[in-house]
C-alpha cells in the first residue's frame, strides 16, 4: 500500500513537471515577439523541446491546436484554412529565414510564392527586395509584422504589384 | 377586417404550402430509402470505405473511427446497413437543425455526394442545406489534383527511421500568370496526437495503437520548412492519377474525419495506411491496400504505388538543404572551395567576417557562388540556431547582407537522384532467410530468420541512404545439436534485434559529422568463460566514418551491457573497447563489410574478447540474395551462407 502512494506521488511529480516543461516550450515560443499581431505558429525546430526522437516520429508541427479541420476559428484560420488577409502574415512568419535567403539573391521560390500572394510581379519585386535587403531583413530584427510592414512599403513604392 | 380576412387566408395557403412541402420531402426520404435497400446500397464498397469499415487484426469488422459523432445510428460502427439509414434519414431532416455547420449534410458532404451519385436517375428533390464552413474550406484548397508526398529519413535525425507519408491537394495554376505555387498548397496529414516525450513509452503506445491520430490540413510550406530545412530531409513528390470528381471528393472525406479520432497503430494503420484509406475512400478505382501486407510502411507505400498500381503520373524530388548544399559546393572550383572553408571557419572562431583579399579579387560570379553554398551551409550545419535567432543566425544575417550587394543571379539547382537513391525502386522491407553454419566445434547448424524490416547496409544497396542500418524486429534462429553434453537437436534463438541502428555518415572538415550504433535485443553469447546463453543486450557506439568513394572506414568505441538471470553470479555485466569497420560497394547488388573489434569485459576470467567478421552479400535480384559470413572469435570459427527472400 505504502509503495503504491510512492508510486502515485511520483507519478504526480513527473507529470507535473512535465506539463511545467510543455508550458516552457510555450512561453519561449510565444516570448519570440509573436505577438497578437502574427498568427504565433513560433518555430519549426528540428524536435520540439530538443526532443529529436519525439518530433521526428511524430511528423509534428509546433502548436497542436493549429490546422486542424473544423475546429473553428484561429487567429489566423478558420478550419485550417487561412482567412482573407492572414495568408501574407502566416507566410511570412514561417517562411522568414527562406524569404531573407531569396530576397538577399534577389529570387528563389519562396519569394515567388509570397509574389504570388501578394499579387505581384516575382522579378520586379525580386530585384527590389534585394536592394532593400537590410531595410526589410535588417532594421526589422526579422519581426514577421515589421518585415511585413517594410515589404509592402519597398513593392508599393515601384508599382510590381496589382493586377 | 378585410385586411384580417385575406391575412387568415394567406397563412392558411402558407400552412397549406408547407405541409404540403413537407409530405413531398418525406415522400422522396421514403423513397430513397427504398431505393438504398432494393440496391442494397449498403453493400457498397464505397460506402463501406467512406465509414473506414474494415476487418482489423484481431477478425473484427467494424468502423476504425472512434468518435461518437461520426455516426448517426447508434450501432453504426458496426452496422453499415443502419448507419445508411440513419444518415439518409438525418440529411431530410437537416432544416431542423439551426447552425448550418451542425447539419448532416454540412457535415458529411463526401456521404451525401456518394448518395446523389448513386439515385441520380430517380428525381429525387434533395433538401439541399447552405454549409459555409464547409464551402469556405473546399474553396480555400482549391483543390485539382493530388500528390501522395514521402518524405525520407536522415539518420542523424533518428526516428526519421520509417519515413512518413501524406498528401498535398494540388491547387489549380495561378489566375494570375498561369504558374502553379507548390508552396502555397495544403497538405493533408494524419498523425499520432502524442503525449509524450518519453521515446521508450512513445515507441510502446505507437505500437498497441493507444495514441489518437488526427487528420490536419497543413499549409505545404510549413511541411517543406520542417522536414527539407529543419531536419534535412528529402521530399519526394507523387502525382497521382486522380479525376478532379475524386479530388473534390478526397476534400469532402477529410472534412469528415476532421473532428474524427482514430487510433493510430505506428507499423499497421498508420500515416500512410490512412492516406491510401482516404484516396480509396475518395475514388473507387483505386486498390492498393489490399496489395500491401498486414502492416504498412512507408517506404514500402511508395514502392506498390509505383510498382503495383497506375496511379503514379509523375514525381518530384525536392532536396533537403543538406543535399541543396552539397550541390552547391560541388559547384565550387579548388580555389572558391577554400574560401568557403575560411568562411565556415570563422562562423565558429569569430563574431564576424573578414574576406580574404583572394576574396575580394575573385569575379562577382565566383563570390556569388561561394557566398550561395555558405548561405546553404549555416543552414544545414546550424539549422537550429538559425530557427532559433541564435548567434549564428546573426552572423548568417551579415553573409546575406553581403550578398544583396552582389547582383549575380544564384545558380539554379536542379538535382536528379540517381535509380539506386529513388524510394520507389527499393527492396521490399520484409526478409525471410535459411541457411546454413558450420563451426569449428564441428557443429552444423540449420538458420532461420525473418526480419520485419528494413534495411541493412549488405542488402540491395536501392532506394535507401546507403549510410545507414535499420532493423526493426529481426530474429535468428539456428536448429542443430547443442554444445553441450546429448546430441538431441534443438532449436535456439540466435539473435533478437528489437531495434537496431547505424548511421555511418561520413565526416569532413566542413560537415564533422559522427557516425553512431545502437542496438536492443537479446544476443546469444559465445565466449570463453560459459557456455552459449541467451542473454539480454544493449550496445551502443559512436566514432567517425571516413568515406573514399565506394569505400568508407569507421572507426568508433563501442560499449555493451549484458544481463542474464540464469547467471550465478555477473548477471549484469559490461564490456568496452573500439571497433573497426570497413564497407565496399562493389556494386548496388554486391557489397562487402569488414570489422574487427576488441573488448574488455567487467566480469568472468577471461576479459579480453576478439572478434573478427568478413561478410558479403550478392543479389541477384531486389527480392533474392545470397549473404555469406565468416567470423573468428578465437576460440570459436565459423562460416555460414544464407539465401534471403525481400518480401
Not at chain 2, 394567406?10 to 431505393?35: H, I, P
Not at chain 2, 450501432?75 to 448532416?104: C, M, V
Not at chain 2, 489534383?145 to 529519413?153: R, T
Not at chain 2, 477529410?254 to 495506411?273: F, K, M, R
Request: glycine residues 6%.
Amino acid at each position: 500500500m505504502k509503495f503504491a502512494k510512492y508510486v502515485v506521488i511520483a507519478m504526480l511529480v513527473s507529470g507535473a513537471a512535465h506539463a511545467a516543461g510543455k508550458k516552457g516550450l510555450l512561453s519561449e515560443l510565444s516570448g519570440q515577439g509573436y505577438g497578437s499581431a502574427g498568427c504565433g505558429f513560433g518555430s519549426i525546430v528540428m524536435g520540439q523541446d530538443g526532443n529529436q526522437v519525439l518530433a521526428a516520429t511524430t511528423n509534428g508541427t509546433s502548436g497542436s491546436q493549429t490546422f486542424g479541420i473544423s475546429t473553428g476559428t484561429l487567429n489566423c484560420q478558420q478550419d485550417a484554412v487561412f482567412k482573407s488577409g492572414k495568408e501574407v502574415p502566416a507566410f511570412i512568419e514561417v517562411n522568414k529565414v527562406a524569404l531573407a535567403n531569396d530576397a538577399a539573391r534577389g529570387q528563389g521560390e519562396t519569394l515567388a510564392g509570397l509574389a504570388n500572394l501578394m499579387n505581384c510581379d516575382a522579378k520586379v519585386m525580386g530585384s527590389s527586395l534585394k536592394k532593400n535587403y537590410n531595410k526589410i531583413f535588417v532594421e526589422t530584427n526579422m519581426q514577421p509584422a515589421a518585415i511585413e510592414a517594410n515589404i509592402h512599403q519597398v513593392v508599393a513604392s515601384n508599382g510590381a504589384c496589382g493586377a | 377586417m378585410k385586411l384580417f380576412g385575406f391575412s387568415v387566408f394567406l397563412s392558411a395557403v402558407f400552412v397549406f404550402q408547407t405541409s404540403a412541402q413537407a409530405l413531398a420531402a418525406e415522400a422522396d426520404l421514403n423513397r430513397v430509402l427504398k431505393f438504398a435497400e432494393d440496391q442494397q446500397l449498403h453493400k457498397d464498397r464505397q460506402w463501406r470505405k467512406l465509414l473506414h469499415f474494415e476487418t482489423d487484426f484481431f477478425r473484427t469488422t467494424e468502423s476504425q473511427v472512434d468518435s461518437a459523432k461520426f455516426f448517426f445510428a447508434p450501432n453504426g460502427k458496426q452496422n453499415p446497413q443502419a448507419e445508411l439509414q440513419a444518415t439518409i434519414k438525418a440529411f431530410f431532416h437537416d432544416d431542423e437543425i439551426q447552425d448550418s455547420y451542425e447539419k448532416a449534410q454540412c457535415r458529411f458532404p463526401a456521404r451525401y455526394r456518394w448518395l446523389k451519385k448513386h439515385l441520380v436517375s430517380q428525381n429525387i428533390k434533395w433538401p439541399e442545406a447552405q454549409c459555409e464552413r464547409y464551402l469556405a474550406f473546399a474553396k480555400g484548397l482549391k483543390g485539382q489534383s493530388v500528390s501522395l508526398v514521402f518524405s525520407s529519413y536522415y539518420l542523424n535525425n533518428p526516428s526519421s527511421a520509417f519515413g512518413h507519408t501524406f498528401l498535398r491537394v494540388n491547387k489549380a495554376p495561378s489566375e494570375r500568370d498561369g504558374k502553379r505555387y507548390e508552396l502555397l498548397d495544403y497538405g493533408l496529414n494524419y498523425a499520432a496526437e502524442a503525449d509524450t516525450n518519453n521515446a521508450f513509452l512513445y515507441g510502446f503506445k505507437g505500437l498497441f495503437g493507444m495514441f489518437q491520430g488526427k487528420f490536419k490540413a497543413i499549409p505545404y510550406y510549413f511541411k517543406v520548412r520542417e522536414y527539407n530545412n529543419a531536419e534535412s530531409r528529402d521530399l519526394w513528390e507523387y502525382q497521382l492519377r486522380l479525376k478532379p470528381e475524386a479530388v473534390d471528393m478526397l476534400v469532402a472525406h477529410v472534412w469528415e474525419l476532421g473532428p474524427g479520432q482514430i487510433d493510430y497503430w505506428y507499423v499497421t494503420e498508420n500515416c500512410s495506411y490512412h492516406m491510401l484509406s482516404i484516396l480509396e475512400a475518395a475514388d473507387p478505382s483505386v486498390d492498393i491496400l489490399s496489395k500491401l501486407d498486414q502492416y504498412v510502411i512507408p517506404a514500402d507505400t511508395v514502392r506498390v504505388l509505383w510498382n503495383k498500381t497506375d496511379l503514379v503520373e509523375s514525381y518530384v524530388y525536392r532536396p533537403s538543404i543538406r543535399q541543396v548544399f552539397f550541390q552547391r559546393e560541388a559547384l565550387l572550383s579548388p580555389e572558391e572551395s577554400k574560401e568557403l572553408k575560411i568562411l565556415a571557419k570563422q562562423i565558429k572562431i569569430q563574431d564576424g567576417f573578414t574576406y580574404s583579399e583572394n576574396f575580394n579579387k575573385m569575379s562577382a560570379a565566383s563570390q556569388a557562388k561561394i557566398l550561395d553554398a555558405f548561405i546553404d551551409f549555416i543552414d544545414y550545419r546550424y539549422s537550429k540556431e538559425v530557427q532559433e535567432a541564435g548567434r549564428e543566425f546573426q552572423l548568417k544575417m551579415q553573409v546575406l547582407e553581403k550578398r544583396s550587394g552582389i547582383s549575380e543571379e544564384p545558380v539554379k539547382i536542379s538535382i536528379d537522384p540517381a535509380p539506386e537513391e529513388r524510394p520507389h525502386l527499393a527492396h521490399p522491407s520484409g526478409r525471410w532467410g535459411v541457411g546454413y553454419r558450420h563451426t569449428t566445434s564441428d557443429k552444423d547448424l540449420a538458420l532461420l530468420s525473418h526480419r520485419f524490416a528494413l534495411h541493412d547496409r549488405l542488402d540491395p544497396a536501392i532506394g535507401y541512404p546507403r549510410y545507414s542500418l535499420i532493423s526493426f524486429f529481426d530474429l535468428d534462429f539456428s536448429y542443430g545439436s547443442p554444445f553441450s553434453g546429448n546430441n538431441e537437436k534443438e532449436l535456439q534463438l540466435e539473435n533478437f534485434a528489437a531495434f537496431e541502428l547505424i548511421s555511418a555518415s561520413a565526416w569532413s572538415t566542413l560537415i564533422p559529422d559522427h557516425s553512431w550504433r545502437f542496438k536492443l535485443g537479446v544476443e546469444r553469447t559465445y565466449n570463453e568463460n560459459f557456455s552459449p546463453t541467451q542473454e539480454a543486450i544493449l550496445r551502443m557506439g559512436g566514432g567517425w566514418t571516413f568515406l573514399f568513394g565506394k569505400l568508407d572506414v569507421s572507426a568508433q568505441v563501442l560499449g555493451e551491457a549484458h544481463y542474464d538471470g540464469a547467471h550465478s553470479e555477473n548477471k549484469m555485466w559490461v564490456g568496452a573497447g573500439p571497433f573497426l569497420e570497413a564497407h565496399y560497394q562493389w556494386t548496388p547488388y554486391l557489397l562487402s563489410q569488414a570489422s574487427v573489434q576488441y573488448r574488455r569485459d567487467s566480469a568472468w576470467d577471461i576479459k579480453d574478447y576478439f572478434k573478427s567478421t568478413v561478410e558479403t552479400q550478392y543479389s541477384f535480384t531486389k527480392t533474392w540474395g545470397l549473404r555469406g559470413v565468416y567470423r573468428n572469435q578465437r576460440f570459436l570459427e565459423e562460416y555460414s551462407i544464407q539465401l534471403f527472400n525481400y518480401y
